[in-house]
């Protein structure tokens, strides 16, 4: 870590968090020194150093990379945690596609495939609905639990078919995947997650809130510029 703390001060400060090891490089100007403290536990060595650089490397220790208390919400760390795990989640996805093992949906013909999409710690994945469509997915949530130790929800999980799967086939997908069906074309944040052919019936329920709204707000006084303030800060 740089620091312009003074040497007696970050002294103190190893001490207190009971890193018995350490070693200081001197500050360059303004900018600060370095300095990297490490406990018994650890080995490491030396290899060189410089006023803006410390190359060490970390013998073979189990332990090295283990933390005592995760990040919380929020830590400024954790949404680089979301963007980390979506990131590996994303290329198990598409290189799953790219060798053939699972299909996309396309918006079109000459469209590419779309295998998944990711908001934040939540995500839908589109694929066959087949055995083997249902298996390979399953296999890679389960490559993804082992590599980044986060377990899929399934209680919180639902599949969506399209009309044309047979209900022997819905069932055995289920059991496969491990979560519920439905037929409900869900809302996430407000919004249907799936607009079929009929849009004006999906979004009619947003249509209506928004009336109701605007009918609340023709009682109250406001000039032209202040009602449009105030329907880009509400709406």
Same mark, same amino acid.
């Given at each position: 870590?740089?620091?312009?703390?003074?040497?007696?001060?970050?002294?103190?400060?190893?001490?207190?968090?009971?890193?018995?090891?350490?070693?200081?490089?001197?500050?360059?100007?303004?900018?600060?020194?370095?300095?990297?403290?490490?406990?018994?536990?650890?080995?490491?060595?030396?290899?060189?150093?410089?006023?803006?650089?410390?190359?060490?490397?970390?013998?073979?220790?189990?332990?090295?990379?283990?933390?005592?208390?995760?990040?919380?919400?929020?830590?400024?760390?954790?949404?680089?945690?979301?963007?980390?795990?979506?990131?590996?989640?994303?290329?198990?996805?598409?290189?799953?596609?790219?060798?053939?093992?699972?299909?996309?949906?396309?918006?079109?013909?000459?469209?590419?495939?779309?295998?998944?999409?990711?908001?934040?710690?939540?995500?839908?994945?589109?694929?066959?609905?087949?055995?083997?469509?249902?298996?390979?997915?399953?296999?890679?949530?389960?490559?993804?639990? =082992?590599?980044?130790?986060?377990?899929?929800?399934?209680?919180?999980?639902?599949?969506?078919?399209?009309?044309?799967?047979?209900?022997?086939?819905?069932?055995?997908?289920?059991?496969?995947?491990?979560?519920?069906? =439905?037929?409900?074309?869900?809302?996430?944040?407000?919004?249907?997650?799936?607009?079929?052919?009929?849009?004006?019936?999906?979004?009619?329920?947003?249509?209506?809130?928004?009336?109701?709204?605007?009918?609340?707000?023709?009682?109250?006084?406001?000039?032209?510029?202040?009602?449009?303030?105030?329907?880009?800060?509400?709406?």
């Amino acid at each position: 870590m740089e620091t312009k703390l003074c040497r007696n001060h970050m002294e103190r400060v190893r001490r207190s968090c009971d890193f018995a090891n350490g070693i200081e490089v001197d500050s360059e100007g303004t900018r600060g020194g370095l300095c990297l403290a490490w406990r018994n536990d650890v080995n490491i060595m030396l290899r060189n150093f410089s006023k803006r650089h410390i190359n060490v490397i970390v013998e073979d220790n189990e332990r090295k990379f283990l933390t005592n208390q995760g990040t919380s919400q929020g830590d400024p760390l954790s949404p680089f945690l979301f963007l980390i795990c979506g990131e590996g989640l994303s290329c198990l996805m598409r290189i799953a596609t790219r060798e053939g093992l699972l299909k996309g949906v396309k918006v079109s013909r000459s469209s590419p495939q779309v295998s998944h999409l990711l908001f934040a710690d939540d995500c839908i994945l589109f694929g066959e609905a087949t055995i083997r469509g249902a298996t390979l997915l399953k296999g890679v949530l389960r490559k993804y639990r =082992t590599c980044s130790g986060q377990c899929v929800n399934f209680d919180k999980s639902t599949v969506f078919f399209s009309k044309n799967t047979s209900e022997e086939d819905r069932c055995l997908i289920v059991n496969i995947l491990g979560v519920r069906s =439905t037929s409900d074309l869900e809302r996430y944040l407000g919004l249907p997650n799936m607009v079929g052919r009929r849009k004006k019936e999906s979004f009619q329920n947003l249509k209506d809130r928004f009336k109701k709204c605007i009918d609340n707000w023709s009682v109250r006084y406001l000039s032209q510029s202040g009602k449009e303030v105030f329907i880009k800060a509400i709406l």
